[in-house]
């Protein structure tokens, strides 16, 4: 039995409900979401953006701070798309394993899995160390190249 597909509409309405203090829209049906996330008590907090299109996969940012600082002697973002640090585009799942499908909610899925994104990324940022697993080890001689 196939799960229903949730629209952007649907999913907004839903991350709006989660997370009250957010901003975003919905236009021509591509979604855009703002939240502000702290991963843990003692870290910065970042600006997220998620942007959904129904067919297509969620895609999550970090549009502040930009740019994100590099752990010493890197080049480059760990787990992010075509290595980003400019658009700073966030890696959280593997769309071609069927990792995120159109049923999943997005406040459920694709948010907290940013929020554990840049929890590892400030520890990359201290030991040069990718923490949060993933296709790939991600360390600080990796991402000099």
């Not at 989660?18 to 907090?45: I, K, N, Q, Y």
């Not at 502040?64 to 959280?92: D, I, M």
């Not at 997005?106 to 296709?135: C, D, F, K, P, R």
Request: proline residues 6%.
């Amino acid at each position: 039995m196939e799960s229903k597909t949730i629209t952007p509409i649907q999913q907004f309405s839903i991350l709006k409900h989660e997370f009250p203090e957010s901003t975003g829209s919905v236009h021509c049906g591509t979604m855009s979401w703002f939240g502000e996330f702290a991963p843990s008590a003692l870290s910065d907090t970042y600006r997220l953006k998620i942007t959904y299109k129904l067919g297509k996969s969620p895609k999550a940012y970090i549009v502040n701070p930009k740019p994100l600082q590099l752990a010493e002697g890197a080049t480059r973002l760990p787990h992010t798309y075509n290595y980003s640090n400019k658009k700073q585009q966030l890696c959280l799942f593997l769309p071609q394993a069927g990792e995120w499908k159109p049923s999943m909610v997005i406040a459920t899925t694709i948010v907290h899995w940013a929020v554990q994104w840049m929890y590892y990324y400030e520890i990359w940022v201290s030991t040069g160390i990718w923490m949060g697993g993933g296709h790939g080890n991600w360390d600080v001689e990796k991402s000099r190249n």
